[in-house]
């Protein structure tokens, strides 16, 4: 048996984030515009997400997709998310 | 065919009346699915409501659905063992598919509804038994969708690597391109040093590609099983470790269990509960390694014998000045 190659430490293009998450070009974009995805590159066909990008872009495309809001708001949930994840672990 | 299938009553899990307007019923679904959503969410069963939600909302929310759904009027109840009768859904029309199934399963989609749903609906919402079938005619050469999976892994297995079989149930096009559910087995090799919450990404491993175009990938997404004494928190991991008064306070060497085995430990004077000794370089490996925090308790020894209160006294003796309920 032939054992698939496991990546850990990947990077995605804007194209491959898109096809992973389901979401539109968009969409994306307007998450990153407004901060709640952090790509290295400075323009859209240069950037390159970080592997831990993808679960928070898939939270955000189940945000979008589930309570049809905007990027703003996804930016803001995740945010408010983020916070809850800090406050968990403190008193974990 | 269908051996155990229960009927599902959509107003009872939206908690709504029968004669609810599409307002209610839209309210009502929209501060449940907010609820419930299992990205916010971290309850166990959250998923299973949000699923069981959605479901009752595309039925009631869509006119011709919910129409079809009212004729089995009150003399169903939740959980009662259900068949469709014959025909049931005679006369009535399906348009639209499910809401959010973005293609074919998408790859961001929590997954399908019950059996219920499509024993009444058929799959994905579609005309109803023996309708169109799924997706003819599509010819073009298309990539293979992304899929994700969640799996979960003891926590040593971070620690050492290690090799894993794992069963995949992920829609596949058979021969004639009928959508069919099938089980993959594949062995994967989980890398050292994962931490909870990362992607793997196989490549090629997603879904098959249309008309010979390339296949998606997979990604897996890792999570702990939870321990009975291991705290994990990013790459740190946490362990109680559990003194005797005088350890904590003259100072001790304990033996403390990590994930890769017992290591000991100096534990310097005055190390009062709560108090965290970190071991470097202890937690998940990798580059760098995160550190095991020891979490010191103290355990009191009861007093039974004679002797042993006799030291408890000669111990407040000692401490006349100590004042634990000192502002």
């Known amino acids: 048996m032939t054992l698939p190659i496991v990546e850990v430490e990947y990077r995605l293009t804007l194209v491959e984030l898109c096809r992973a998450c389901n979401a539109r070009e968009e969409d994306v974009r307007a998450w990153v515009d407004e901060g709640a995805l952090e790509p290295e590159g400075r323009q859209p066909h240069d950037w390159r997400f970080a592997s831990a990008a993808l679960p928070r872009a898939l939270t955000a495309a189940r945000l979008a997709r589930d309570f049809e809001i905007d990027a703003r708001a996804i930016a803001l949930v995740l945010e408010l998310m983020d916070e809850i994840d800090r406050l968990r672990a403190r008193i974990a | ?327």
């Open chain 2, 1 to 327: 065919m269908l051996a155990g299938m229960k009927f599902r009553d959509y107003y009872e899990t939206l908690g709504v009346a029968r004669t609810a307007t599409l307002d209610d019923i839209k309210r009502a679904y929209r501060k449940l699915a907010r609820k419930f959503h299992p990205d916010v969410n971290k309850e166990k069963d959250a998923e299973a409501k949000f699923k069981e939600v959605g479901e009752a909302y595309a039925v009631l929310k869509d006119p011709e659905k919910r129409a079809a759904y009212d004729r089995f009027g009150e003399n169903w109840k939740a959980g009662q063992d259900f068949t469709p009768p014959p025909n049931w859904d005679a006369g009535f029309e399906f348009s639209g598919a499910r809401p959010g199934a973005g293609g074919t399963g998408g790859g961001a989609d929590f997954g399908e509804f019950s059996e219920f749903f499509e024993s009444l609906f058929g799959r994905g919402g579609m005309g109803a038994m023996g309708g169109e079938g799924p997706r003819q005619g599509r010819t073009m050469r298309g990539r293979g969708e992304d899929h994700h999976a969640k799996v979960v892994i003891p926590l040593e297995d971070a620690y050492t690597g290690a090799r894993r079989s794992l069963a995949l149930r992920m829609p596949e096009l058979d021969d004639e391109g009928r959508v069919a559910l099938k089980t993959r087995n594949l062995e994967v090799t989980i890398p050292k040093g994962i931490r909870a919450g990362q992607n793997l990404r196989l490549q090629g491993q997603g879904g098959p590609g249309l008309g010979g175009g390339p296949p998606g990938d997979l990604y897996l997404e890792i999570e702990f099983e939870p321990h009975a004494r291991f705290k994990v928190d990013g790459r740190d991991v946490a362990v109680e470790v559990s003194l005797a008064p005088w350890e904590s306070e003259l100072g001790a060497t304990v033996r403390v269990p990590t994930p890769s085995g017992e290591v000991e430990l100096t534990v310097p004077p005055h190390s009062g509960a709560g108090r965290k000794l970190r071991l470097r370089g202890r937690g998940l490996p990798g580059e760098p390694p995160g550190d095991l925090y020891a979490v010191v308790s103290v355990a009191l020894p009861r007093a039974e014998s004679d002797d042993e209160k006799e030291a408890y006294r000669a111990l407040s003796k000692a401490f006349s000045r100590f004042a634990p309920r000192a502002e």
